[in-house]
């Protein structure tokens, strides 16, 4: 009788921790507030910012978003890092570059050039659940936002000289 009586008071509190962890789980952000929330992106993050994007990454979309880590950015020599963040409208050219009109997931990427938010084609490459744009390796698919998709790469993108 004790064991039933105990089972049946932990029944309403094994109710009450799942729901309470269902209330804590975070809502779908848009692209710019997952980009931000994301430890890995901090250095695309302030990009975004400082060429004045965010507004733009947070509205309607879709969008997908080609997003280097810090590590693809540490791999940038600094000098030529420095000179695009420096010249706003080159840092707003080479951010767009890394976004795609349309939400892009991975099971949907076809082999071939496409066209991004910059103007010029950016080249995807897929061979089973390998996906590369340009020479960049998505490393992290399909980040869902309400905006569209982010997919992390290995490498910063930048657009071909005109």
């Not at 509205?59 to 420096?86: H, N, Q, R, S």
């Not at 991004?116 to 996906?131: D, E, I, M, P, W």
């Not at 744009?133 to 000289?161: F, H, M, S």
Request: net charge neutral; aromatic share 4%; proline share 7%.
């Amino acid at each position: 009788m004790t064991t039933h009586r105990f089972n049946w008071m932990l029944s309403p509190i094994a109710a009450l921790l799942v729901l309470g962890a269902c209330a804590t789980t975070t809502a779908p952000q848009t692209i710019a507030d997952t980009t931000a929330a994301n430890p890995q992106l901090t250095t695309l993050n302030k990009l975004i910012n400082d060429a004045g994007l965010a507004d733009t990454l947070r509205g309607a979309g879709p969008y997908t978003m080609f997003a280097p880590t810090d590590e693809a950015f540490k791999a940038v020599p600094a000098a030529t890092l420095d000179a695009i963040a420096k010249d706003k409208e080159r840092l707003k050219a080479v951010l767009a570059y890394h976004v795609v009109p349309g939400a892009l997931t991975s099971a949907d990427a076809k082999n071939g050039p496409v066209k991004t938010v910059q103007g010029a084609n950016l080249t995807l490459y897929k061979s089973g659940t390998f996906l590369t744009a340009d020479e960049a390796l998505v490393t992290t698919p399909d980040l869902r936002a309400t905006n569209g998709v982010i997919q992390v790469v290995d490498k910063v993108l930048i657009p071909p000289a005109k």
